[in-house]
């Protein structure tokens, strides 16, 4: 059943490690070719906090060492590369004895959580919602059904995030309006504390259900569309097979496939709207880290965060290539 | 482009209330977006600036029959922000769009005529980019180049806008090289640039100006995530620094909604126009669908 040639699989391959070596790759040139020369300023801004700052000459030290500043621009390139290959980030800037890779790694269960949810469930409600309104097509309830989702998939997640938060925080007082738990609370394995989180993620989970159910939807009705212009179709009708069972099994299920390729296009869509709804409500995920370091010009966080998630997105949208051929027999990429 | 023999199934009733169902959609998104520019542009000539300055008004004043909207803790009225905050969110739009939409129609244009290393080069690095975070390659960028004036803001967002238009010109201009116009253009000794912008080009101006529309809905959607950041343009107003300065004044616990709760209406309005605008002229270009509304 494997139908995946070595060249497909090799050229993927190639794809992938050229999108980490590109992100990777600018983010060491950029802040070599930004005005001002950055890296000299935050050294000497370093210097000169550094005898009143715990550990100041230590960051100083593991910069110079981590860039190598005294050597030239090839050698310091390959460090750099050997450095993001080990995934060493270096300290952060801002909250130096922590390392970068640490606070990611404390901010990722919460992103990761809650963008597999909302990824899985709106990727299960869009195509159901989509495959339906294809299926009852003309009928004025079905399309009255489908009209709100296709505005709303028009509004970036971060300013439904927002609207949200106007109606069912402030004005029905359903749900708080950021946060992980109840003020004061700290995070526990019980089953309370576990509520408590649920309630406190339901509002950026829903945001981005909310918001990316339509664009789901219209693309599987579209593609429903095509599939139920097919001759087999019309087969499968004339045999005088009950309805369902066409829809679910001869027109959903073909229809389901061309959507998975499009899942790796969105997750990176996803990625950068999720880090707006997390600032929104202050939920302490990546890209609420994200934020912070921003806040504080964190540029080693900052590249490490931006790079990590470069990485996910990449890393999905290839195990998607690849799975993608072993669920679709009509595709072949036994070279070309 | 709404041709009726493109769709044979289609009856003479039910084209005429495609139309109809088409043209409500245009129509209403048009309204909504000359509704906003009108707002932005007669707003300037009606309100003076006089009201946003720092301490103009009452600090964080709730809305009320003197400042209708309120104002924020530094004495500026919301109202008079976001009405001179308008402008400048249309023309990063603009800007970034504009750039995307002719670079990647080129580009496109070029790949699908002329197909090959070409057509592989330009096509693998539009889907790749396509699969990026952009917004997070952006941060990168903008966090280095610290304040930078919109026009600038709007050529870095510009570096991601291209690939959706290079992507659907392109698959455009596959399917119309074969066609007799082009093959006499090419028999009778037409150069290749001149049968590209000749020939394929205009037959391509509709699926250029959904493009067009849809990269400036993203442009816009990339720089209201720059600003919401605390990055980009810091100092001209835009509708998304004032949500930006809302949130990093923590407007939201503080319960000052009126702060950031009409921005974000009129975001939602803008995207919900250039949303219904691309709609209406994808349903317009697209026999398929155009046939599938028939059915």
């Known amino acids: 059943m494997t139908r995946i040639g070595a060249s497909y699989f090799v050229r993927r391959l190639l794809v992938f490690l050229f999108v980490i070596w590109a992100a990777a790759s600018l983010n060491f040139l950029v802040p070599r070719l930004a005005p001002g020369d950055p890296m000299a300023a935050t050294l000497a801004r370093m210097s000169m906090s550094g005898d009143r700052m715990e550990g100041g000459a230590e960051i100083i030290e593991s910069y110079r060492a981590r860039f190598g500043l005294d050597q030239s621009l090839g050698v310091q390139y390959l460090k750099y590369l050997g450095a993001v290959v080990r995934f060493d980030f270096g300290y952060s800037l801002a909250s130096f004895p922590a390392r970068v890779l640490e606070i990611i790694g404390r901010a990722l269960p919460w992103t990761v959580g809650l963008l597999l949810t909302t990824t899985i469930l709106s990727f299960g409600l869009g195509i159901l919602l989509g495959a339906f309104v294809a299926w009852r097509s003309g009928e004025t309830a079905v399309e009255i059904l489908a009209a709100p989702f296709v505005v709303l998939a028009a509004i970036p997640y971060y300013l439904l995030a927002l609207l949200l938060v106007y109606a069912l925080a402030f004005g029905l007082d359903l749900f708080p309006s950021g946060g992980t738990t109840r003020i004061g609370a700290s995070l526990e394995w019980t089953l309370p504390s576990m509520l408590d989180v649920l309630h406190h993620s339901l509002l950026p989970a829903l945001s981005i259900i909310l918001s990316s159910l339509g664009g789901r939807m219209i693309s599987m009705r579209s593609m429903m569309v095509r599939v139920m212009e097919s001759d087999y179709l019309t087969l499968a009708r004339a045999k005088g097979l009950p309805d369902r069972r066409v829809f679910l099994w001869y027109a959903a299920r073909n229809a389901i496939l061309p959507e998975i390729t499009t899942l790796g296009i969105s997750l990176g869509f996803v990625a950068s709207g999720a880090t707006l709804v997390e600032v929104v409500f202050s939920y302490p995920g990546i890209g609420y880290q994200l934020y912070r370091a921003i806040g504080n010009s964190d540029f080693n966080l900052i590249q490490g965060i931006t790079l990590i998630m470069v990485i996910s997105v990449a890393t999905a949208i290839l195990v998607l290539d690849l799975v993608y051929p072993r669920l679709d027999p009509r595709i072949t990429y036994t070279g070309k | ?295």
């Open chain 2, 1 to 295: 482009m709404a041709s009726t023999t493109l769709s044979p199934q289609a009856q003479p009733a039910e084209t005429t209330r495609r139309l109809a169902r088409v043209n409500w959609t245009l129509v209403l998104g048009t309204a909504l977006l000359l509704g906003i520019i009108a707002f932005g542009t007669i707003g300037r000539l009606l309100v003076s600036r006089e009201g946003m300055k720092l301490g103009a008004n009452d600090f964080a004043a709730p809305p009320g029959a003197q400042i209708p909207l309120g104002t924020d803790p530094a004495g500026r009225s919301v109202l008079v922000m976001m009405i001179y905050g308008t402008l400048p969110t249309l023309t990063i739009g603009l800007i970034a769009g504009g750039i995307g939409t002719i670079v990647g129609a080129s580009l496109g244009l070029v790949a699908g005529y002329y197909g090959g290393p070409i057509d592989t080069l330009v096509h693998s690095f539009a889907d790749i980019l396509l699969g990026v975070p952009s917004l997070l390659v952006l941060v990168v960028l903008a966090s280095y180049l610290g304040d930078m004036s919109i026009a600038t803001m709007s050529a870095i967002i510009a570096f991601f806008a291209w690939p959706w238009p290079a992507r659907s010109v392109r698959s455009q201009t596959l399917s119309m090289r074969e066609l007799a116009h082009v093959e006499m253009a090419k028999l009778s000794g037409c150069g290749d640039l001149e049968i590209i912008f000749r020939e394929l080009m205009p037959n391509l101006l509709p699926y250029i100006a959904t493009s067009f529309v849809r990269s400036v809905s993203g442009g816009i959607m990339a720089s209201v995530g720059l600003q919401m950041l605390g990055l980009g343009s810091l100092t001209l107003i835009t509708l998304a620094l004032m949500l930006s300065s809302a949130f990093s004044s923590a407007a939201l616990t503080r319960g000052l909604w009126w702060w950031w709760f009409p921005p974000t209406v009129v975001l939602t309005l803008l995207f919900v126009a250039l949303f219904l605008i691309t709609l209406s002229l994808d349903e317009a270009t697209n026999p398929r669908l155009k046939a599938a509304r028939a059915a």
